[in-house]
């Protein structure tokens, strides 16, 4: 027997049986091969149909009911004051660790509400959790900027490479070009040296291109 937390809106109204999962030709073909299958079912814990009051008598942590509320509320059209009012009951005594990881599945399902609001809301209706709202936001921004510090490192290093790349075939062309310039005209000119090192890459790419066809460096390097 498989058992399966449904977190969906409206309630589950999925199969709940294997005959019902095969996909058979015919409702003839159905009657007469379901009597010969697995008796195989899956148990339906429907969070959209759960109730406070089932929820409370439930034989397990306060915990685990604050996250099973959150997992059913967070996502719903509950205002942040309902919400809040909604989760307060299973707070108290709950590890720190439990009420951050709701507090950031909160923000993280919603993303509108700010620090602020949340806080003011928790104030209200359970004081002692106040002072872990501060340090859970304090922790995901040092994190989000740690993170964001990682990757503009590392989209750094890949520009970096990216145009230290570049500008190692810049160089080379470079180089190539007075060679054969050098080699088909003899000196160049200050003016042409001083040219030759501004110009970008595909002005170079396009000079030697030139020099198969050109009789003189004022017509390589023409524009």
Known sequence: MAV????????????????????LASAAERSLLTPLMPRLSLVVDDLARLEDS?????????????????????????????????????????????????IRYIWFVRPSVSVEQLREEVAKVAPRVEDIVMTTAQQLIEQGKA???????AEGKAEGKAEGK??????????????????????LP?????????????????????????????AVLAG
């Open 54 to 102: 089932q929820l409370e008598k439930r034989r397990m942590p306060s915990a685990a009911k604050l996250v099973l509320a959150a997992l059913r509320d967070v996502r719903g059209p509950l205002t942040l004051d309902a919400l809040v009012a909604r989760l307060a009951c299973w707070m108290p005594n709950v590890p720190v660790a439990v009420l951050r990881s709701v």
């Open 190 to 218: 200050p003016d042409a040296l001083a040219k030759i090192e501004a110009a970008d890459t595909p002005t170079l790419e396009r000079w030697f291109e030139r020099l198969l066809t050109a009789t003189s460096l004022e």
């Open 147 to 153: 993170e964001g510090k990682a990757e503009g490192k």
């Open 4 to 23: 399966l937390l449904a977190q969906v809106d409206g309630g589950w109204s999925g199969p709940t049986e294997l005959a019902d999962v095969i996909d």
């Open 166 to 187: 570049a500008e190692g075939r810049r160089s080379t062309l470079r180089e190539l070009l007075v060679k054969h310039l050098r080699f088909h005209f003899e000196a």
